[in-house]
């Protein structure tokens, strides 16, 4: 995401995190960049130079932060559209959420908790379905997390608008009630919402509403996250426990078959993006780039095992099902086992 130190928004950046990832060859990197300079949603970025660069920039967002002014998003959408790329956005209208720290709803109020309101989410993705509409381009909902939401996204559908989104491993699987215990590992934006959230949720992820699931990966310090709850950095570490959750929430309850994951994990990404050669079928001919899923073996989470310099997972001593074997680039075992063997 653009959301790193310095922001990814301009082409210096994003083809360095290219060249970067292609320097590494453990899988290929895709940068998104800013939608605006500095994230600050004052000024659009050079949205052209980073496209034209050697990472090829196709998604933008100033995820993390919305782009709330609606002249500005829809002057957006139009250069979107001019470049033949797509905007994400982080569907929040800021005005909305001052202090807010939890899921408006009897658990925030009980545990005195200021409150996330539902509409601070959909009255942005309502509003940026029409905007999307009239520019003629496609918008893309980061990180879907209510009910409401989904009721949108099919009514824009039944349009005609060109809106795709994503829902994230945790707003499938956790609801507010793990803020009883105020840990601030399970801080997140948006917020963790209503377990009838998670239900809707799961359902327009089968239904083909929501199109696909990202993992809204977010490390943090252990001192970002290791104080008290409002002052907490929001985010949780979401890579490698992206798939078993989808098994958990998705396979598990015949929501899903492993060919549905392979869609919202692998396909709908790529055709969203418009990335050719990742999402493709197993074939002859085809890149060879695969993950290889033992669907019979469980593991138990440990934070400070996992892939990362940070440990804040939601997930600590949770059995998991479904175990990725190995990753494979081009036809090279790039990891296996969970060690990389290049």
């Given at each position: 995401m653009?959301?790193?130190?310095?922001?990814?928004?301009?082409s210096?950046?994003?083809?360095?995190v290219w060249?970067t990832?292609r320097?590494?060859?453990?899988?290929?990197?895709?940068?998104?960049?800013?939608?605006?300079?500095?994230?600050?949603?004052?000024?659009?970025?050079?949205?052209?130079?980073?496209?034209?660069?050697?990472?090829?920039?196709r998604?933008f967002s100033?995820d993390?932060?919305?782009?709330?002014d609606?002249?500005?998003?829809?002057?957006?959408?139009?250069?979107?559209?001019?470049l033949?790329?797509?905007?994400?956005?982080?569907?929040?209208?800021?005005?909305l959420?001052?202090?807010?720290?939890a899921?408006e709803g009897?658990?925030?109020?009980?545990?005195g908790?200021?409150?996330?309101?539902?509409?601070?989410?959909?009255?942005?993705?309502?509003?940026?379905a029409?905007?999307?509409?009239?520019?003629?381009?496609?918008?893309h909902?980061?990180?879907?997390?209510?009910?409401?939401?989904?009721?949108?996204?099919?009514?824009?559908?039944?349009?005609g608008?060109?809106?795709?989104?994503?829902?994230?491993?945790?707003?499938?699987?956790?609801?507010?009630?793990?803020?009883?215990?105020?840990?601030?590992?399970?801080?997140?934006?948006?917020?963790?919402?209503?377990?009838?959230?998670?239900?809707?949720?799961?359902?327009?992820?089968?239904?083909g509403?929501?199109d696909?699931v990202?993992?809204?990966?977010?490390?943090?310090?252990?001192q970002?996250?290791?104080?008290?709850?409002?002052q907490?950095?929001?985010?949780?570490?979401?890579?490698?426990?992206?798939?078993?959750?989808?098994?958990?929430t998705?396979v598990?309850?015949g929501l899903?078959?492993?060919?549905?994951?392979?869609?919202?994990?692998?396909?709908?990404?790529?055709?969203?993006?418009?990335?050719?050669?990742?999402?493709?079928?197993?074939?002859?001919?085809?890149?060879?780039?695969?993950?290889l899923?033992?669907?019979?073996?469980?593991?138990?989470?440990?934070?400070?095992?996992?892939?990362?310099?940070?440990?804040?997972t939601?997930?600590?001593?949770?059995t998991?099902?479904?175990?990725?074997?190995?990753?494979?680039?081009?036809?090279?075992?790039?990891?296996?086992?969970g060690?990389?063997?290049?």
């Amino acid at each position: 995401m653009a959301n790193t130190d310095p922001v990814a928004d301009n082409s210096t950046v994003t083809d360095n995190v290219w060249r970067t990832g292609r320097d590494i060859g453990l899988v290929d990197v895709y940068p998104i960049g800013a939608v605006t300079v500095g994230l600050e949603g004052k000024q659009l970025a050079e949205m052209g130079m980073m496209n034209a660069g050697v990472a090829g920039v196709r998604m933008f967002s100033d995820d993390g932060k919305c782009v709330a002014d609606p002249l500005l998003m829809r002057r957006a959408l139009e250069y979107a559209k001019s470049l033949d790329v797509l905007i994400a956005q982080h569907a929040e209208e800021p005005r909305l959420t001052v202090g807010a720290i939890a899921h408006e709803g009897p658990t925030a109020s009980r545990l005195g908790l200021t409150g996330w309101p539902r509409a601070a989410e959909e009255s942005i993705v309502i509003r940026d379905a029409l905007l999307a509409r009239d520019a003629g381009t496609r918008v893309h909902i980061c990180h879907a997390s209510t009910e409401g939401t989904v009721e949108l996204l099919r009514w824009a559908r039944d349009q005609g608008i060109a809106i795709s989104a994503e829902v994230t491993p945790h707003h499938l699987l956790l609801d507010d009630s793990r803020l009883n215990t105020y840990d601030a590992v399970n801080k997140v934006n948006p917020p963790l919402r209503e377990h009838r959230d998670n239900l809707a949720l799961r359902q327009a992820l089968a239904d083909g509403v929501i199109d696909c699931v990202a993992t809204d990966h977010a490390p943090h310090a252990a001192q970002e996250k290791a104080c008290e709850f409002a002052q907490a950095r929001p985010g949780m570490l979401g890579l490698q426990t992206a798939l078993p959750i989808v098994v958990e929430t998705m396979v598990t309850p015949g929501l899903l078959d492993w060919r549905g994951v392979a869609r919202v994990m692998s396909e709908r990404p790529a055709q969203i993006v418009g990335l050719t050669d990742q999402g493709r079928p197993i074939a002859v001919g085809e890149p060879g780039n695969l993950t290889l899923v033992d669907p019979d073996t469980s593991w138990v989470v440990q934070g400070d095992r996992l892939a990362s310099l940070s440990s804040n997972t939601p997930y600590e001593s949770m059995t998991m099902p479904a175990t990725v074997t190995a990753t494979v680039l081009r036809g090279v075992v790039t990891a296996r086992d969970g060690e990389v063997t290049r």
